[in-house]
């Protein structure tokens, strides 16, 4: 069995998620009210967009966003059906298929992004001083790779 944790550390736990919760419903409330995207079609959007040739393979897509391979297709398949992506197959070897991102929703991240930036700024970047962030970023890229 797991060791309990100490006061101060279920005292630190219970912030980070209560604070990251309320932070994600703020974050995916506004951009849903100002664009109609969900925070997945905004993080599906900007993966596709910074990828060569804006194109992902549907798996390498799931790694990156941190989602099932289901839920990407389901992501996926919710976004074709409104414009912003393609599902082609992979041109180097026909098998597995690609996400690609369609002038739609480019045109929809380009439109988005001031807005739900300000929300990210307010929320979250203006809160904090530069060593709290670089601390904040140190040890999410630690827990990351776990």
């Not at 041109?91 to 380009?110: C, H, I, K, Q, S």
Request: hydrophobic share 40%.
């Amino acid at each position: 069995m797991a060791e309990p944790l100490t006061e101060t550390q279920l005292l630190h736990w219970r912030t980070f998620i209560e604070s990251s919760w309320a932070l994600h419903t703020r974050l995916e409330d506004e951009l849903r009210a100002d664009t109609g995207l969900s925070m997945n079609d905004y993080h599906v959007l900007v993966a596709l967009a910074d990828a060569p040739g804006r194109r992902i393979r549907m798996g390498e897509l799931a790694n990156r966003l941190v989602l099932s391979p289901s839920r990407v297709t389901y992501q996926i398949t919710s976004m074709i059906k409104r414009g912003l992506v393609r599902k082609e197959s992979c041109p180097e070897d026909g098998r597995g298929f690609e996400a690609v991102l369609t002038d739609e929703g480019l045109a929809m991240l380009r439109a988005a992004a001031p807005a739900h930036l300000d929300t990210v700024r307010k929320s979250f970047i203006d809160q904090l001083d530069d060593e709290e962030l670089a601390v904040i970023g140190r040890a999410f890229a630690k827990i990351r790779k776990v």
